[in-house]
C-alpha cells in the first residue's frame, strides 16, 4: 500500500525560501522506474505540477518555475525535499506530493499526500 | 498546451448520468487521465489512458477520446460522485497539463 504524507510550514513570509518534506512509503525510489513529484493548487483554481524526482535522480521541473525550484531525495529515509525560493502571496496554495506511475512518461500521479496549506503572508 | 473543460458547472438529478468534456490544444493522442477531487481532499486519479480506469474505479465512470476531443461519463450519478472533475494531459511536460476543472453539483 503506498502512502505519502507532506510536512512542513504553514506559514511563510514573502521572500522566503519553502521547504516541504514528502515521507512515503509503499515502494522505494531506488530505481529509475519510480518517481515522486510535487503538485500544488491555489485556493479554487486547478492544480499545477512542479517538480519530478526519479529513482535514478533524474529530474525535471515545471519550465515556468524552474528557477525556483529544487528537488532532491533521501533513500534510506523514503523522503523527497522541495524548495521554492523568493515565496511570494501568490504562491499561497495546497502543496501535495504524489507517486507518478511507473513506466509512463506524462505527469501521470495515482496516489497522493492528503497536502499541506502554504499561505504566504507577511 | 491549453486544455478547455465544458461545461465548468453541470447540475445534475441523482441516478442520471453526467457527460463531461475536455479538449486539448494539440494532439496528445490517449495520453489525458480524469481525477476527481472532493473539498478538502487531494484528486483522485479515476481515469488514464483516456480510457482505462485506474484500480477500485466503478464501472460507472467511463472515458473515451482521442487526439485532442475526450470525454468523461459518469452514469447513475451517486450521491459521492458530486465534485469537481480536472482533466490533465499526460502526454508530455508543458506548464500546464490540467483543465480548470467541471464541477458536477446536484440539481
Known amino acids: 500500500q503506498i502512502t505519502l504524507r507532506e510536512s512542513g510550514p504553514t506559514l511563510v513570509t514573502p521572500t522566503q525560501t519553502l521547504t516541504l518534506t514528502c515521507t512515503f512509503s509503499?515502494?522505494?525510489?531506488?530505481?529509475?522506474?519510480?518517481?515522486v513529484g510535487w503538485i500544488r493548487q491555489p485556493p479554487g483554481k486547478a492544480p499545477e505540477w512542479l517538480a519530478l524526482?526519479?529513482?535514478?535522480?533524474?529530474?525535471r521541473y515545471n519550465p515556468s518555475l524552474r528557477t525556483r525550484l529544487s528537488i532532491t531525495k533521501d533513500t534510506s529515509k523514503n523522503q523527497v525535499v522541495l524548495t521554492m525560493t523568493n515565496m511570494d502571496p501568490v504562491d499561497t496554495g495546497t502543496y501535495y506530493c504524489?507517486?507518478?506511475?511507473?513506466?509512463?512518461?506524462?505527469?501521470?500521479?495515482?496516489?497522493w499526500g492528503q497536502g499541506t496549506l502554504v499561505t504566504v503572508s507577511s | 498546451i491549453v486544455m478547455t473543460q465544458s461545461p465548468a458547472t453541470l447540475s445534475v438529478s441523482p441516478g442520471e448520468s453526467a457527460t463531461l468534456s475536455c479538449r486539448a490544444s494539440?494532439?496528445?493522442?490517449?495520453?489525458l487521465a480524469w481525477y476527481q477531487q472532493k473539498p478538502g481532499q487531494a484528486p483522485r486519479l479515476l481515469i488514464y489512458?483516456?480510457?482505462t480506469r485506474a484500480t477500485g474505479v466503478p464501472a460507472r465512470f467511463s472515458g473515451s477520446g482521442y487526439a485532442t476531443e475526450f470525454t468523461l461519463t459518469i452514469s447513475r450519478l451517486q450521491s459521492e460522485d458530486f465534485a469537481v472533475y480536472y482533466c490533465?494531459?499526460?502526454?508530455?511536460?508543458?506548464?500546464?497539463?490540467f483543465g480548470q476543472g467541471t464541477k458536477v453539483e446536484i440539481k
Open positions: 504524489a507517486h507518478k506511475v511507473a513506466a509512463t512518461y506524462g505527469p501521470l500521479f495515482d496516489h
Open positions: 509503499g515502494f522505494s525510489l531506488s530505481t529509475g522506474e519510480e518517481s
Open positions: 524526482i526519479y529513482g535514478d535522480d533524474d529530474k
Open positions: 494539440y494532439s496528445i493522442s490517449s495520453n
Open positions: 489512458g483516456a480510457s
Open positions: 490533465q494531459q499526460h502526454n508530455d511536460w508543458p506548464p500546464r497539463t
